[in-house]
Every structure is written in C-alpha cells, then in structure tokens.
C-alpha cells in the first residue's frame, strides 16, 4: 500500500483581512489543518514616530505621540509627559495629577471595551461589539467635553494638563459609573459562561510564565499566565500608591484567563476612577511650563508605566540646553506580544490564530510606530 | 374563493379546453410550482429584511429605516442592485463546474418545496415518499457547494468548500435519525399525514415525552449546521478565510448562493413545523396562517441563535456531532420505537 | 535595595565593566566600557540570584552626531529593580553581538536597530527587511544624516 503523499502548503493571511487587528501580514506554514509555523510581516503601519520627534520640541511631540497607540492616547501622553519631567525636575501639581488619574482609566475602560468588541466578532459572536461600543461612547462624550477629541487628545501635557475639567464632567462621569459594573456583568453572561466561547479559548495560547517574561511581554497577558506584576504597583509612578485597588490574576495563561484577567481589571479601573473623583482636589492644573522656550538639560532615561496593553515605555536622551530631544524610542507592549505569538501557536489550528491574536491584545500601531 | 378553489377552477378550464390529459398535467403542475417559486422569492426578500430588523434589534440599533416604512423596500434595491452588478469570473476557473455550482445549489434549494404543505390542501404533490424526497433534494447542496470549492481555483475556497461538505455531510446523520423518530411514529412517510397524526395540539410531535423533545431539540441544532449558519458558520466566517467557498463569485451567482442559504433556512423550519409541531393544525385562523406563523417561529430561532453564540472551531464541530449528536439520536430513536411497539403513549 | 544601593552592588559586582553616568535621571544609568562581553555580563545578570535582571524593556541605537551608542533597559519582574546601561560604537563597522541567547526578546529590538541603524548584529540569523518596504535601498533612516527625499524642515518656534 503506498503512503500518502501530503506536503505543507503556504497561507497567507493579511494584510487586507478582517480580523488581524490594523494592517498585518502573517505568512503560515500549515499541514492540513494544523499550523506548523507563522512568521508575522509587519511595518504596514510605520509611520516614523521617532524621527519625527526628533524634529519637534518637547511640547509638539504629545500631539504626534498621540498616534503611537491610538487607542490608549492618554497614556502615550502621559508616559512622554512623565519622563520630560523627570528630565527635567518638573513637579506637577496635585490636582494635575488627580485628573491624569480619571483619565488614564477612563482610557483604560475604554481601550478594554474596544479589546471586548473586536474578540467577540473575531470569534463570531457579532452582538457584544456594539454593545461595547455603545458604553464607549459614554466615555468619547467625557473626554469630548474636557479636550474636545474622541480619540486623540493631546490633553496630558508636560507639566500638567491641557485645561481643568468642566462642571459637568464629574456628574456625567459619577453616572456613568454607577451603570458601569452591571454592564460588565451583562457582558459576562453572554460569554464567559457560554460553552461554545470557553471551548474556543480554554487551553488555546498557552503562554508559561517564563516564556512571557524571556520575551517581554506584560501587562494583562503576564498576569494571566500567573504573575502578580503590575507597573502602579510594582514601580509606582504618578500617585497610584494612593488609590486600593486589585490586581487579578490568572493561572493557566490561556486566551481565557487573558480575557478573564481584561473584564476583572475593567471593574477595577472603575474603582480607581470613582476613588480619585471623591479625592479630587482644588489647585492648579500645570505647572510652570513654557512650551516655546523650554530647554532640557543633558539627560537620559527610560521611563515606563502601565498601559492597557502592557508596558508602555519611552527612552528620552537630551543634550544640553537643547529644544528637541536627541532621541525618543518609543516601547510599545504589542511589540513583543507579537514576537511571542509563533511560539503559542504550535498545533493549533488556524482558527486559533485569530483567537490568540485578539486575547493577546495587538494592535498594530503599537508595533509599527 | 379559497386557494384551493382557484386551483381547481384553473385545472376544470384546461380540461375544458380538450387538450389530452398528460398536457393539462402539465400546465397545471407547472403553473402550481411557478406560484410556489415566486412566492418564496418573495419569502427570500422577507427573510432577508427580517434578519437585518432582528440582527439590528438585538444589537440595539435600529437597521434599515429609510426605504420605506421601516425600511420594507431595502431587500429589493439589494437585489436590484445584485442584478445589475458586474459578474467577474476570474481568468484560471474550472468554467463549466465554477457555473454550475450556484445553480445546482439554487435548483435544490427550491425544489424541496414541492411536497411542503403550506396549508390543508396546498401542496404541490402529496408524494407517498413525502419526507424521504425532502432529504434527497437537500443533499443536492453539498455536491453545489464542493464545486464551488473546487471550481473556483483558489485555495481559500477549496478549504472553505471542503469544510462546509464535511461539516453539511456530518450532520444530516442527525438530521435524518431525529426525523426518523417521528416517521416511526406516523408509520408513513407522506406529509400530509404527518400532518394529519397530529390533529390535537397534545399530539403534536415535539409534546410527545420523553422522545419528541429531544427528536426536536437535535433536529433543530443539526438544521442550524445543514443551512451553514451560526454558529456553525465556518465556510462562511468572515473572519478566517475571508468568505470561504463563494469568495470568488460576484453579482447574481453570489446573489443565488446568498438566496439559496435564506430559502433552505425557511426550508427546515417549514419542515420542522411540519413534523414536530403540528404542520397547519390550528383552531380559528386558516391553515396557511398556522403554517407561516409557526415557520416563522422557528425561523427568528435560527437567527436569534446567529446573533447570540460565537463560532464553533471545525473540529469542535464535527466532535460534536459524531461524539454527541448523532448517539443522542440513535437512542433517541430506538427509544421512539420501544414506545411505538409498547403502546405506551399513543394517544 | 534602592536606587543607590543597586548602583553600589552593581558597581562592586562589576567593577571594570560599568561606570555610572551622571546624565541618568531617573534609575541608574551605567556606560558599559567592555562592549565584546556583552552576551556574558547580560547573562551574568540575568542569573545573578540577587539580581534576577529576567525581563528585558528594551533596546535600541542612537545615533549622538560624534558616534552610535546602543541602550539596553532592563527590569527584574521579582525583585523589581530596573537600571540601564549603554555603550558608544563608532560610525565605521558598527558591530554588536546579539543577546538573544540570554533574553529571546532582544530578536526584533536587534533587528530594528540593524535596519534603521545599520549597526550590524552577529550571530542573529534573521536580519531581514522589518518596519521598511521590501524594496528599499535609500540608506538607514534613523541616523541624523539622513532626510527623506521631501523633508522640509519646520520653521523654528
């Protein structure tokens, strides 16, 4: 009886494709069914974020940074904001960084709601989508309030913020709150328990502990592989050591801890919100912070903080008494989420890149800069 | 004039005409399959409408609103612009297979209609093999959709259609043994005396413990898989292979495969409707009322389920089934005819 | 340990190696004057038990206007500690081993800095097109004497 002859057949999948989030190309080397290897093809989206700050001042680069993660603006703000002072011996003032507080997790609920939406279509389920958008838009109308953008805000500026909060913000917020946590719960009825869903992502990219530390990933995706690690703990930078809060975990490092992990922190970035809006105090909003003549001093460092993907970093060298830093390298988390995604995907079936690839939370503005 | 009456007042004037008899056959019958083709054309565009208003409202938003009250017309300008569409086919097609495929797929999709009741006495051919005609036809779609696999040249089509046949292949096992309780039941495969067995409402199918809700429950989840939807959507799940077995049609060809997958959903319910709850029975209002509403039940089931579940992997699928279903079936089955042999139940 | 007592153990523990540079400020920031052993100090302090330097933030080139430097940033997910250090390479023949082998990370990070630098990496075996079209031969973008054919340079604020 002869053997059957089969051989490995080549797929591409992207850059034009539904579910690869933003513009990516994976190349999968396949037998049958079964994925032998992937090799993702990236910089489709690059757009040159570094060289470009190399020719802006300090205070222009947070606008251009705003599109480094589009998604999570806030935070690219705040982590150019951050290490500028650092640099620079800038002290915000407290109410500053009261606000930065309220909208870094604002953020965050918001970038969380967006993973929610596009997993649930990735997978097939078409209705949690919009109803993730639906709350999202509750925040769009406070940010819009406060700095007049939906996505991009340029509103955590070097020294402080851009301009105080409006009156109406914090009762809009306050509600907005105090419907938060059972639509959370209605999310959660519809899929964690759902058998169908927790077959697709139960025991699917399985990461160990020790394979996302060796490649850099962290954030949701390292505490759902069981490592209690995050950056406003572990390496506190702005007044989080003032707010309670939990830090879930997961145990096993599958899509569904992952997903698990993501919906627990949801409810407790709503917590830290509601804390930091009863704690807020008057005073001013930035120091004092002369965006046109603002000269650093001779200085290097990387400064880091939590973003809803994981870590988020920027290394800022300057030379002495210049306007525009010498070099910004910029750290995004999907960077090396999207390194360690090959290695999960052993066995699998192609379905299951696309359910890996949401859990881990890529996007890909976060790779290509 | 009741329907009935048209038809038989029809069928009197052609005899009047002295034509022999084979030719008055076979105008009537053709114009009786003609009115049963247009009407679900135009049960096709409902269909249609009723899933984007059902999808919309479930996902709270309103869907199609301006074409009309509550946007009624938009199916139309959909297949008024699908008509009017280029039909691309690619160069390095398999031609002959890559035309037939649409076709042989739309042909027996409507063809099943010819022995589903839609009321007492409106229906095509009371075949004496009824039932059995049905899953003949509906098997027509695996060979439609292979050679749409195939005949497209192109690797992201041949997965999907591949799959798709394995998957429709897997579970018509179920399908048929569920039905198979209840055809133990009747004792003949006629459907109008399918109907006819279920004269009260506690005598309809799916009342009938322990075996007819469990006969209903498999029937309806392997309906779901028969008619490639979600959430066993695979060949056609946007999100992996981009469209699966029709991605290289276009214009009208995709516009059958797209009505096809509509006209066999109302295909199983009507058939559902038929075996397991009553058919056209009903006190008060006339039959083919009963018959549509409780179709349509059985319809907005099928799409409540594609709005609700996520997708189901391929090998999830096809575990389910031969692991799951079909023994559930099997004993299902042999459970229906210990019960008809017994005597037990037989109200 | 805090900031000054890890730049106290660091510079006892390697004291040939790391110098500590003023400019750094926010963690301790070192030169690292023996770029050749690079792989065996990432290695020794990565496996150092008081140490335990396992995560790696990131790397990357700079190009100074005198000379490239590369950065390593690296973290300690246990105990918490993060300092950085770098090395200045000089314009012709640009060279730097690769520490894959001690943090498999450093794979893109080593990869980007080739094709934006042109720093070359030994031992890396995958120094292919990246963030760059396919087809791209106009140079390395990153280094200050390189303008895209259309730059105009903004007018001074």
């Known amino acids: 009886m002869a053997e059957l002859k089969t051989e490995e057949f080549v797929v591409n999948m992207g850059p034009h494709h539904p579910s690869t989030h933003g513009v990516c190309r994976f190349v999968l080397t396949m037998d049958g069914e079964v994925i032998v290897k992937v090799e993702p093809v990236i910089g489709y989206l690059h757009r040159a974020l570094e060289k470009i700050c190399e020719n802006r001042t300090y205070a222009q680069c947070i606008p251009v940074l705003d599109r480094f993660e589009y998604c999570t603006s806030m935070s690219c703000n705040q982590v150019f904001a951050l290490a500028t002072e650092k640099l620079a011996g800038i002290e915000v003032p407290e109410r500053a960084e009261y606000i930065r507080v309220i909208m870094l997790e604002l953020n965050r609920i918001a970038s969380h709601l967006i993973w929610l939406?596009?997993?649930?279509?990735?997978?097939?389920?078409?209705?949690?989508?919009?109803?993730?958008?639906?709350?999202?838009?509750?925040?769009?109308?406070?940010?819009?309030?406060?700095?007049?953008?939906?996505?991009?805000?340029?509103?955590?500026?070097?020294?402080?913020?851009?301009?105080?909060?409006?009156?109406?913000?914090?009762?809009?917020?306050?509600?907005?709150l105090s419907t938060f946590d059972s639509k959370v719960d209605d999310y959660e009825k519809v899929l964690t328990e759902n058998p169908i869903f927790m077959t697709r992502n139960q025991n699917i990219g399985v990461m160990s502990p020790?394979?996302?530390?060796?490649?850099?990933?962290?954030?949701?995706?390292?505490?759902?592989?069981?490592?209690?690690?995050?950056?406003?703990?572990?390496?506190?930078?702005?007044?989080?050591?003032?707010?309670?809060?939990?830090?879930?975990?997961?145990?096993?490092?599958?899509?569904?801890?992952?997903?698990?992990?993501?919906?627990?922190?949801?409810?407790?970035?709503?917590?830290?919100?509601?804390?930091?809006?009863?704690?807020?105090?008057?005073?001013?909003?930035?120091?004092?912070?002369?965006?046109?003549?603002?000269?650093?001093?001779?200085?290097?460092?990387?400064?880091?903080?939590?973003?809803?993907?994981?870590?988020?970093g920027v290394y800022l060298q300057s030379r002495d008494k210049e306007k525009k830093p010498l070099r910004v390298k910029l750290r995004g988390s999907s960077y090396n989420h999207l390194q360690a995604m090959p290695h999960l995907l052993k066995g699998h079936k192609i379905a299951d890149v696309v359910a890996v690839m949401a859990s881990l939370d890529i996007i890909m503005p976060d790779v290509d800069r | 004039?009741?329907?009935?009456?048209?038809?038989?007042?029809?069928?009197?004037?052609?005899?009047?005409?002295?034509?022999?008899?084979?030719?008055?056959?076979?105008i009537a019958y053709a114009f009786a399959a003609v009115v049963v083709f247009g009407f679900l054309c135009i049960v096709a565009l409902f269909l249609v409408w009723l899933e984007r208003k059902a999808s919309a409202h479930f996902q709270q938003r309103l869907g199609p609103m301006r074409t009309g009250w509550h946007g009624w017309r938009q199916t139309v300008h959909d297949a008024i612009k699908l008509l009017r569409k280029e039909d691309i086919t690619p160069y390095a097609v398999d031609r002959n297979v890559f035309y037939w495929a649409p076709i042989i797929c739309f042909v027996a999709a409507f063809m099943a209609?010819?022995?589903?009741?839609?009321?007492?006495?409106?229906?095509?051919?009371?075949?004496?093999?009824?039932?059995?005609?049905?899953?003949?036809?509906?098997?027509?779609?695996?060979?439609?959709?292979?050679?749409?696999?195939?005949?497209?040249?192109?690797?992201?089509?041949?997965?999907?259609?591949?799959?798709?046949?394995?998957?429709?292949?897997?579970?018509?096992?179920?399908?048929?043994?569920?039905?198979?309780?209840?055809?133990?039941?009747?004792?003949?495969?006629?459907?109008?005396?399918?109907?006819?067995?279920?004269?009260?409402?506690?005598q309809w199918y799916v009342?009938?413990?322990?075996?007819?809700?469990?006969?209903?429950?498999?029937?309806?989840?392997?309906?779901?898989?028969?008619?490639?939807?979600?959430?066993?959507?695979?060949?056609?799940?946007?999100?992996?292979?981009?469209?699966?077995?029709?991605?290289?049609?276009?214009?009208?060809?995709?516009?059958?495969?797209?009505?096809?997958?509509?006209?066999?959903?109302?295909?199983?319910?009507?058939?559902?409707?038929?075996?397991?709850?009553?058919?056209?029975q009903g006190p008060w209002l006339p039959s083919w009322m009963w018959f549509m509403g409780k179709t349509l039940f059985l319809v907005c089931i099928l799409m409540w389920f594609r709005w609700t579940y996520p997708r189901?992997?391929?090998?999830?699928?096809?575990?389910?089934?031969?692991?799951?279903?079909?023994?559930?079936?099997?004993?299902?089955?042999?459970?229906?005819?210990?019960?008809?042999?017994?005597?037990?139940?037989?109200? | 340990m805090n900031r000054e007592e890890l730049a106290k153990y660091l510079l006892d523990k390697f004291p040939d190696t790391l110098e500590l540079l003023e400019t750094g400020k926010a963690e301790p920031f070192f030169l690292m004057k023996k770029p050749d052993e690079i792989v065996e100090f990432c290695r020794a302090i990565r496996d150092d038990v008081e140490l335990r330097m396992d995560f790696l933030c990131q790397m990357c080139?700079?190009?100074?206007?005198?000379?490239?430097?590369?950065?390593y940033s690296v973290a300690s997910v246990k105990k918490r500690y993060r300092f950085d250090f770098k090395f200045p390479l000089p314009y012709e023949g640009a060279e730097i081993e690769s520490v894959q082998t001690v943090w498999p990370g450093a794979n893109w990070f080593e990869r980007e800095t080739w094709e934006l630098y042109g720093i070359n990496v030994k031992n890396h075996g995958n120094l292919t097109r990246f963030l760059l079209p396919d087809d791209w031969d106009q140079g390395f973008p990153m280094r200050k004497d390189w303008d895209a054919p259309d730059f105009k340079r903004m007018p001074e604020v």
């Open chain 3, 61 to 71: 080139g700079v190009d100074t206007g005198e000379n490239f430097e590369v950065v």
């Open chain 2, 1 to 26: 004039m009741e329907i009935t009456g048209i038809f038989e007042y029809l069928y009197e004037l052609l005899i009047g005409t002295g034509l022999p008899q084979v030719w008055v056959d076979i």
């Open chain 1, 117 to 176: 939406g596009t997993t649930s279509l990735d997978l097939g389920a078409l209705t949690p989508f919009l109803y993730a958008f639906r709350e999202r838009e509750d925040i769009m109308d406070l940010f819009e309030m406060t700095c007049g953008q939906r996505l991009t805000y340029n509103y955590i500026r070097v020294g402080g913020v851009a301009k105080d909060i409006p009156k109406e913000f914090i009762p809009k917020a306050k509600q907005f």
């Open chain 2, 312 to 347: 189901l992997r391929v090998d999830h699928l096809m575990e389910f089934s031969w692991k799951f279903l079909i023994p559930v079936a099997f004993v299902n089955l042999i459970l229906a005819g210990f019960m008809k042999y017994s005597g037990w139940f037989n109200w």
């Open chain 2, 113 to 202: 209609y010819l022995v589903i009741p839609f009321g007492d006495g409106l229906i095509v051919s009371d075949l004496n093999i009824g039932i059995l005609f049905i899953l003949g036809i509906t098997t027509f779609t695996i060979i439609s959709l292979l050679m749409a696999g195939w005949g497209s040249n192109n690797k992201y089509a041949l997965l999907g259609g591949m799959r798709s046949a394995a998957q429709v292949v897997s579970y018509e096992v179920p399908m048929v043994v569920s039905i198979l309780a209840v055809i133990v039941f009747v004792g003949s495969l006629s459907m109008v005396d399918i109907v006819q067995s279920q004269a009260k409402i506690y």
């Open chain 1, 210 to 312: 020790e394979l996302a530390i060796a490649y850099g990933v962290s954030g949701p995706n390292l505490r759902a592989s069981g490592v209690k690690f995050d950056l406003r703990r572990d390496d506190p930078y702005s007044i989080y050591d003032r707010f309670k809060f939990n830090i879930p975990t997961g145990q096993n490092g599958d899509c569904y801890d992952r997903y698990r992990v993501r919906m627990q922190e949801m409810r407790e970035s709503a917590k830290i919100v509601r804390q930091a809006i009863e704690q807020l105090p008057e005073g001013e909003i930035s120091a004092k912070f002369n965006p046109i003549v603002f000269k650093a001093p001779a200085g290097e460092l990387y400064s880091r903080i939590e973003n809803s993907r994981g870590e988020m």
């Open chain 2, 207 to 280: 009342f009938r413990m322990p075996f007819g809700p469990i006969a209903f429950i498999t029937y309806i989840i392997a309906a779901t898989a028969e008619t490639n939807r979600t959430p066993f959507d695979i060949p056609e799940a946007e999100q992996e292979l981009v469209a699966g077995f029709n991605v290289e049609y276009s214009g009208m060809k995709f516009a059958m495969f797209f009505l096809a997958e509509f006209v066999n959903m109302f295909t199983v319910s009507a058939i559902g409707a038929t075996l397991f709850l009553g058919g056209w």
